[in-house]
Structure formats: structure tokens, C-alpha cells
């Protein structure tokens, strides 16, 4: 079974400053996604970035980045320039890549302040 | 586009009624649609995977009896809480699976919030 750990239960970052929140997984697939989903207080989920395990290639989406470690099985997400709309629970998530939609795996979160 | 869209946003209710979700695509098609659970500054917990057609799969520990999917649509899947209790008071989030388009792509309804009294 997929498992994902966050070991940041709370984070919080000056704004404009950089910050970078942790994220590790177990899995036996070798190919699969890897995503990182932002839930602000609207309690909307919003997709932020997304991997594909076969893409050495780390996923950048403005200012958001990954640094993707396959072989160690980790996934942190990076946020430069960081805003006071950042604040939010953020979530990482695992899903096996399938020709048909499977579930995805979420993580515990990491609750991310960002201080004016 | 890709909006999903929930039904109602919260709603209370009194212990031992039942109570409907539903979880509507907007402006696709979905084939797989998901329920998740939240609590408070919790992760989201799958509850069953409904596809169009055919009976939900329900995660372990998720009384099928208890909470109801019906997926008759491409559109459309409702999540009913029967008999509900106040531990079944929660957030409950479905997602929806395009069924054309890329197989990582799945949209994310606003949640409903349920308190039972």
C-alpha cells in the first residue's frame, strides 16, 4: 500500500521570504503522479503543482517548484515570493499511473502561516 | 471550465434523519467520481470511488449501508447519509475524473458541511 507522510504539521513564513514544505512517500509503482494541493479557508481544494515520476525533470508552475527525489521518495515544494494568500493547509498526494483514473493518496498536510 | 459543483454547501439536520449530497460536473463529463471526508484541520479520507453505471467501491471501513452512492449520470453522483448521527457531522468533498482528457486530471467541488443534532 501507498503511504505519504508530511512531518511539518505547521509551518509559517515571513512574506516575500522562501519557503519550502517536505514530503515523503512509500510505494512499489514505479510510475506514477505526484501532487501538491492547496486548501485555504475556503476549504476549496486547488491543485498547485503536479509530477510525473518518469520526468527527471522537477515541475515548476510560477512560484511554485518541486525538487522531485525519486529514489529517496521525496517530494518538497518550494514557494518563493511568498504571499499572504499562500496561507492554507497544503496536501501531498500520490496516485499510481493507470490507463483508467485511480484513487488519490493524500498526505496529512502541513498547515502553512505566512506572516506580513 | 472544469467546475464541480456541490449540493448544499452545509446543512443540519436531526439525528436519525438522511440526509443528500450531491456532486454535479458543470461543464464535463465524468466518468469516476470520489467522496472524501475532512475533519478539522485533517486530511481528506476517501470514502468510495463511483463510476457512471455501476456500483460504488466502497474504502475499508465505510458502511456501504450507512453512506449511499448512486452515480446515474456522467453528470451526477449523490452521496446519502442515512440514519445520520452526530459522528457523522463532517466535511464531505467529491472530486470528479473527466472522461476525456488526462488520466492525472480530477476537479475538486467547494464541500459540504454536515451537522446533525
Redesign the interface.
Request: glycine share 4%; charged share 15%.
Given at each position: 500500500a501507498q503511504t505519504v507522510t508530511q512531518s511539518q504539521p505547521e509551518m509559517s513564513v515571513q512574506e516575500a521570504e522562501t519557503v519550502t514544505l517536505s514530503c515523503t512517500y512509500d510505494t512499489s509503482e514505479n510510475n506514477y503522479y505526484l501532487f501538491w494541493y492547496k486548501q485555504p479557508p475556503s476549504r476549496q481544494m486547488i491543485l498547485v503543482i503536479r509530477q510525473e515520476a518518469y520526468k527527471q525533470q522537477n515541475a515548476t508552475e510560477n512560484r511554485f517548484s518541486v525538487n522531485f527525489q525519486k529514489a529517496a521518495k521525496s517530494f518538497s515544494l518550494k514557494i518563493s515570493d511568498s504571499q499572504l494568500g499562500d496561507t492554507a493547509m497544503y496536501f501531498c498526494a500520490f496516485m499510481k499511473l493507470k490507463t483508467s483514473y485511480d484513487k488519490v493518496i493524500f498526505g496529512p498536510g502541513t498547515s502553512l502561516s505566512v506572516i506580513p | 471550465g472544469a467546475v464541480v459543483s456541490q449540493h448544499p454547501s452545509r446543512v443540519i439536520c436531526k439525528s436519525g434523519t438522511s440526509v443528500k449530497i450531491e456532486c454535479r460536473s458543470l461543464d464535463f463529463q465524468a466518468?469516476?467520481m470520489?467522496w472524501y471526508r475532512?475533519f478539522p484541520?485533517?486530511?481528506?479520507m476517501?470514502m468510495a470511488?463511483s463510476n457512471e453505471g455501476s456500483k460504488a467501491t466502497y474504502e475499508q471501513g465505510v458502511e456501504k449501508d450507512k453512506f449511499l452512492i448512486n452515480h446515474a449520470s456522467l453528470t451526477l453522483s449523490t452521496l446519502t447519509v442515512t440514519s445520520a448521527h452526530p459522528e457523522d457531522s463532517s466535511?464531505y468533498?467529491c472530486?470528479a475524473?473527466p472522461f476525456f482528457g488526462s488520466?492525472?486530471t480530477?476537479y475538486?467541488g467547494?464541500?459540504t458541511r454536515l451537522l446533525v443534532l
Open positions: - | 466518468t469516476t470520489f475532512q484541520k485533517k486530511s481528506l476517501l470511488t466535511f468533498i472530486s475524473a488520466s492525472e480530477q475538486f467547494p464541500g
